[in-house]
């Protein structure tokens, strides 16, 4: 049975094997972070509609603003 913990781990150890094989920047592994919490939000918020805000608030303690600005949005 697969529990929210479970695919949690799952999302993270499948970035990670793309973490621990090529050499990225901090962008690209915050932006890699930031999609694991898309996808695990995804699973478990399947209405339609989701935004990146909703999934900021959901994962980080930061604003979405201040997300945003990670890339310079």
Not at 19 to 30: M, P, T
Not at 38 to 43: E, G
Request: charged content about 35%; hydrophobic content about 40%.
């Amino acid at each position: 049975m697969l529990t929210k913990e479970r695919i949690e781990q799952a999302v993270n150890e499948g970035a990670d094997v793309v973490l621990d094989g090529l050499d990225l920047g901090d962008r690209d592994r915050d932006l890699l972070g930031l999609t694991v919490c898309a996808i695990v939000y995804q699973i478990f918020h399947p209405a339609p509609g989701s935004e990146l805000d909703d999934v900021i608030r959901e994962h980080y303690e930061d604003s979405p603003e201040e997300v945003r600005k990670w890339w310079d949005w």
